[in-house]
Nanobody, 128 residues
Framework: QVQLVESGGGSVEAGGSLRLSCAAS????????MAWFRQTPGVEREALAR????????RYADSVKGRFTISQDKAKNTVYLQMNSLKSDDTATYYC?????????????????????WGQGTQVTVSS
């Protein structure tokens, strides 16, 4: 069973930066596609970034492209979300998610919308 633990949230002023971490455990075959989502009350959860663990390929939502970067440290089983140029609209609870799938390439991961494993979330508050 995959377990995900997020950390790194907090409060920051607009224009600032934060780096979120997601420490993963459990079978690596069940978490070779990792993603970051965010959610605010009353709003549908938004997929921000995906990374295919096998080759590090990534995909971003338009709302964060150029500001956020997803990366990984395979040795630490950790995925990161570097968030720069933060705006008040980025205030949300941020979640890490994982899915296992084919290991021959990452195209499926970058389009994946089904993530069975989730972390508990970490709050990010951006003040203007």
């Amino acid at each position: 069973q995959v377990q995900l633990v997020e950390s790194g949230g907090g409060s920051v002023e607009a224009g600032g930066s934060l780096r979120l971490s997601c420490a993963a455990s459990g079978s690596r075959f069940d978490r070779n596609c990792m993603a970051w989502f965010r959610q605010t009350p009353g709003v549908e959860r938004e997929a921000l970034a995906r990374i295919y663990v096998g080759d590090g390929s990534t995909r971003y939502a338009d709302s964060v492209k150029g500001r956020f970067t997803i990366s990984q440290d395979k040795a630490k089983n950790t995925v990161y979300l570097q968030m720069n140029s933060l705006k008040s609209d980025d205030t949300a609870t941020y979640y890490c998610a994982a899915q296992g799938g084919p290991s021959y390439g990452g195209a499926w991961c970058l389009m994946n919308t089904h993530f069975p494993a989730w972390g508990q979330g970490t709050q990010v508050t951006v003040s203007s």
